[in-house]
C-alpha cells in the first residue's frame, strides 16, 4: 500500500520543519528570526527589531507585501531565482517562517499597506488573514511568537550588525548561471522573453528587444531547453561578467585588529548543456587573537545556518565545515569571514553553503589576516593588559549609539554586547563573559549612572497568576506594561525552576495560598528586580516573596542576590523569605546528596554557617531528589509557617465590588426581560427579512449590483482585504441606506 504526502505538508510539521528548514529545531527559531531581518535589509538595507510582550517583530520601511505570502502550500515565488548578492537564497523563507508559527502554536500578525492582519493557518496550507484594525505607519511590521519555545536573536542581531559598507547596485548576469540553471528561470518566470531580458546587466530597452528577437513576446516559460541555450550565448556575447569588486563589502571594521579583502571566481560545471557558470566572489577576513578559537561566517553580511568550526592543537588552527577543511600554522584566534557572491552552491534545503569552492582564497585571507592581526595586538599590548570593564568602560557610550542607530530605536541587552564585543576581543584578545557582562560590567554601570535609556532585557522568566491561569514573559517591557491585578495575590512563590510550575498548577496550590509564581531560569534577572519593584508599589496591598532553590552554592546566591535587591531598593512592601533547600535541612531530610568537583572555591551565601560553607564545596542536593508527594508537602509546610492568610481587601472594596457585581447580573437580569417584553427577537428578526428583501429587490431592478459581483470588485479594487470585510462594508451600507 503507497501512500502519497504533498511536498508542503513537511513545512507545518515540526518534526519535519527542520529538514526543510535546514537547522534541528534548536536552531529553529535563530532562523526564523534571521529570515525575516534578512529579507527586510535586502528591501529596506535598515530595519528595526525588538519586542512586543510575548512577540517579537521586525519593521521595515518598504513598500509593503501580500498576507497570502504566508501560505504554506502556495507555489514558490521569489525574487531569489535570480542571482544577485543579496541574504537570501532560495525564497523559501516565508514559508520557513509560517510553517515554525503554525508548528509551535504560535502566532502570526502583518501589519502593511494600512492594514493589521492576524494570519490564521488552514488545514490546506493557506493563509486567511484576518484583518483586526487600521495600521498608520508605513512599510511593514511582521511580529510573531513561537508558542512556548523561546527566541533565539543571535543569527538576527548579527545580520543587523554587519548591514554596512557598499552594496551591489547592478542587475544579474548571464555569467553566472550553467545552461541548466538558465533553463529553470525561464521555465519559473511569468513574463514575456524580452521582459526577462531586461533584467540581466546591460540589457535595457533597444538591446533587450534585439536579444528576444523572434521571442519578444512569447511567454518565457514556452522556450525549450535548446532555445534557451542560444538565448544565454548570444548574453554572453553582448556584455562581459561582472568585475567582483562591484559586488559589495563590509569593509573594515575597527573592532578587528586584522583585516583582509581578496576577489576571484569559481565555475560550476554544466551537465546537459555548453555552458558553464562563472561566479565571480569578495573574500573577506578578520581576525582578532584569542585564547580560544572560534569563527564566523557570513554569506553576503549574514551568518550562514551551517556550522563551521575551529579547533586549535599546538601551533596549528585547524578549520572545517560546509565543505571546508584547512590547516593553518597560526595561535588560537577569533575569525569573521565574509563572502559576497550572487551564488554559492547550497548542500541542503537550509542554505548551508559549500565553502569549498572558495577555500584556497580563505586560507590565503586567514594568513594574512592572522598575520596582521597579531602584529596589531603585540603593540597594542606592548604595556600592561587592560580589563574588559576598562575597555567596556571607554566603548560603551558608541556601543550603545551602535545598536540604537544614534537614539532612535530600543536595543536589548544581547545587541549592546555584540555592539562592545568586537572592542573587548580587539584590546584584550578574549571573548568577553555573557553573564559577567550582563552583572557586573552593565549591572556596575546602571547603578552608579542609572538605567540606560531605551535599552531592554528579553524575556528569560514567567509569572503565573493565580485565579486567572495568566503565564506572562518577563522582559523589560514586559515588566514596563505590567499592571498587577487589584486584591488577586499577596504571596509571590520564587522558583529557580520552571519546571515545578506544572505541579503547583495541577494541584491549585497558587490558587489555595493566593500565591503567584515567578521564575527567571537561575538567578533573578534585571526584569524580575523591577518586577520587585511594580509589585511592591501597591499602596495598602504588602506582598510577601517566597524564595526556593536547590541546596548548592548556587542556589544559596540566588536567594542572597533577591535579598540584596531588596535592601538595595527600600520603600517596597515587599518581605524576602528564605524558604530552602539549605543543606542542614536536605541531609536531615535523607535526600539524595550528590558530589561535585572540587578544586576551586565556590562562593556561597553568606547567611550559612561556616561548616555548610565548606560542605557545599563537595556537595549539593536538589530540589528533585524529592518526589512530588514529598515536595508539595515540604512546600506546604514552609508556606504555612509564614502565611498570613487569603487575600482580604478592605471592606469598602468588598462592598464596590459588591455593588459592581449586583449592577452587571441585574443589569443583564432586566435587559433580558424588556427585550422579552418587547419582543426583541422578532423584530429583529423582521427587520431582517425586509431589509434583505428591499436589498434583493434593488438587485433585481438592477440599481444594485449582485452581492458576488460587489465582492469580486471590491476584491480586485483592494486585494488585501478578506471577503469577509466587503461583506461587512455591504451590511453597513444596506442598514445605512434602508430606514425602517
Known amino acids: ?73 502556495r507555489p514558490l515565488r521569489s525574487s531569489k531565482y535570480l542571482r544577485l548578492p543579496t541574504r537570501g537564497a532560495l525564497g523559501n523563507g516565508l514559508r520557513v517562517v509560517a510553517g515554525a508559527v503554525a508548528a509551535s502554536g504560535g502566532e502570526l500578525h502583518v501589519c502593511t499597506r494600512g492594514k493589521h492582519y492576524r494570519i490564521h493557518f488552514q488545514k490546506d496550507g493557506t493563509a486567511l488573514p484576518e484583518c483586526l484594525k487600521d495600521y498608520p505607519e508605513e512599510g511593514t511590521k511582521i511580529s510573531f511568537n513561537l508558542g512556548e519555545m523561546p527566541l533565539n536573536l543571535n543569527w538576527a542581531s548579527m545580520a543587523i550588525d554587519y548591514a554596512r559598507g557598499e552594496i551591489y547596485r547592478g542587475k544579474t548576469s548571464p555569467w553566472w548561471y550553467t545552461s541548466e540553471n538558465f533553463f529553470e528561470l525561464f521555465q519559473a518566470f511569468r513574463g514575456s522573453v524580452r521582459d526577462l531580458i531586461t533584467q540581466f546587466d546591460g540589457c535595457t530597452g533597444g538591446k533587450a528587444g534585439k536579444i528576444a528577437g523572434e521571442y519578444t513576446k512569447t511567454p518565457a516559460a514556452a522556450l525549450s531547453f535548446t532555445e534557451t541555450e542560444a538565448l544565454l550565448a548570444q548574453l554572453r556575447g553582448a556584455v562581459k561578467n561582472i568585475n ?31 555552458h558553464e557558470a562563472e561566479i565571480p566572489f569578495v573574500l573577506e577576513t578578520y581576525a582578532a587573537p584569542s585564547d580560544m578559537p572560534h569563527i564566523t561566517v557570513l554569506l553576503n553580511k549574514s551568518p550562514i545556518t551551517g556550522e563551521v568550526n575551529a579547533y586549535h592543537d599546538k601551533n596549528t588552527l585547524s578549520i572545517f565545515g560546509c565543505g571546508l577543511y584547512c590547516d593553518v600554522k597560526a595561535k588560537p584566534a577569533f575569525l569573521l569571514i565574509n563572502i559576497m557572491t550572487p551564488y554559492i552552491p547550497i548542500v541542503t534545503d537550509g542554505k548551508e553553503p559549500d565553502l569549498s569552492v572558495v577555500a584556497s582564497k580563505l586560507v590565503e585571507g586567514i594568513k594574512k589576516t592572522l598575520s596582521r592581526a597579531q602584529k596589531s595586538l603585540s603593540g597594542a599590548v606592548a604595556g600592561k593588559k587592560r580589563s574588559q570593564k576598562e575597555v ?94 487589584a486584591w488577586t495575590f499577596n504571596k509571590v512563590l520564587y522558583i529557580e525552576k520552571e519546571g515545578f510550575f506544572h505541579v503547583l498548577k495541577e494541584k491549585k496550590i497558587p490558587e489555595k495560598y493566593d500565591l503567584a509564581l515567578l521564575t527567571s531560569k537561575g538567578y533573578a534577572s534585571r526584569a524580575v528586580k523591577d518586577l520587585l519593584d511594580a509589585l511592591g508599589e501597591h499602596g495598602e496591598e504588602e506582598i510577601t516573596f517566597f524564595c526556593i532553590h536547590d541546596a548548592d552554592a548556587y542556589g544559596t546566591l540566588i536567594y542572597e542576590t533577591l535579598q540584596n535587591e531588596t535592601r538595595a531598593r527600600p520603600g517596597r512592601k515587599v518581605k524576602i523569605i528564605n524558604l530552602g533547600l539549605d543543606p542542614e535541612e536536605a541531609v536531615d531530610m535523607g535526600l539524595e546528596i550528590e558530589e561535585v568537583e572540587t578544586g576551586r572555591k565556590r562562593a556561597v551565601a553568606g547567611y550559612l554557617d561556616p561548616r555548610w560553607e565548606n560542605w557545599l564545596q563537595g556537595h549539593r542536593v536538589e530540589l528533585n531528589a524529592m518526589s512530588t508527594p514529598q515536595f508539595l508537602a515540604w512546600l506546604e509546610g514552609k508556606i504555612r509557617l509564614y502565611d498570613q492568610g487569603k487575600v482580604m481587601p478592605p471592606e469598602n472594596i468588598m462592598e464596590e465590588s459588591l455593588e459592581q457585581s449586583l449592577e452587571a447580573k441585574l443589569g443583564r437580569v432586566i435587559a433580558d426581560e424588556i427585550l422579552e417584553q418587547n419582543h426583541y427577537d422578532d423584530q429583529v428578526a423582521t427587520a431582517v427579512r425586509q431589509v434583505k428583501q ?44 434602508y430606514r425602517f
Not at 13 to 28: C, F, I, R, Y
Not at 712 to 724: D, H, S, T
Open 694 to 737: 428591499r436589498y434583493h429587490d434593488s438587485q433585481t431592478c438592477g440599481s444594485q449590483a449582485p452581492l458576488k459581483e460587489t465582492v469580486q470588485a471590491e476584491l480586485a479594487r483592494e486585494p488585501v482585504n478578506l471577503w469577509k470585510d466587503v461583506v461587512e462594508e455591504v451590511s453597513e451600507g444596506i442598514i445605512k441606506n
Open 392 to 485: 567596556v568602560g571607554e566603548c560603551l557610550q558608541e556601543a550603545i549609539a551602535k545598536a540604537s542607530g544614534n537614539g532612535e530605536y530600543r536595543f536589548s541587552l544581547r545587541q549592546l554586547y555584540y555592539a562592545v564585543r568586537p572592542y573587548v576581543i580587539r584590546e584584550t584578545g578574549r571573548e568577553p563573559d555573557y553573564p559577567y557582562f550582563c552583572k557586573e560590567l552593565i549591572g556596575g554601570y546602571e547603578a552608579e549612572h542609572g538605567d540606560i535609556p531605551l535599552m531592554y532585557r528579553d524575556e528569560r522568566g514567567t509569572l503565573y497568576h493565580p485565579h486567572s491561569g495568566r503565564d506572562i514573559s518577563i522582559g523589560t517591557i514586559a515588566v514596563e506594561n505590567y499592571h498587577k491585578p
Open 1 to 73: 500500500m503507497l501512500f502519497e504526502r504533498e511536498d508542503w505538508k513537511l513545512f507545518r510539521n515540526m518534526e519535519t520543519l527542520p529538514q526543510k528548514a535546514g537547522v534541528p529545531e534548536s536552531k529553529l527559531s535563530m532562523l526564523v528570526c534571521k529570515e525575516l531581518v534578512d529579507n527586510a535589509l535586502d528591501l529596506c538595507g535598515a530595519c528595526e527589531i525588538g519586542y512586543e510582550g510575548d512577540f517579537f517583530y521586525v519593521k521595515d520601511r518598504g513598500a509593503g507585501l501580500d498576507p497570502d505570502l504566508f501560505s504554506i502550500s
Open 244 to 274: 567582483p569588486e562591484r559586488l559589495g563589502k563590509i569593509g573594515s571594521l575597527e573592532s578587528w585588529s586584522g583585516y583582509w579583502k581578496s576577489t576571484g571566481t569559481f565555475k560550476v560545471r554544466t551537465i546537459k548543456g555548453e
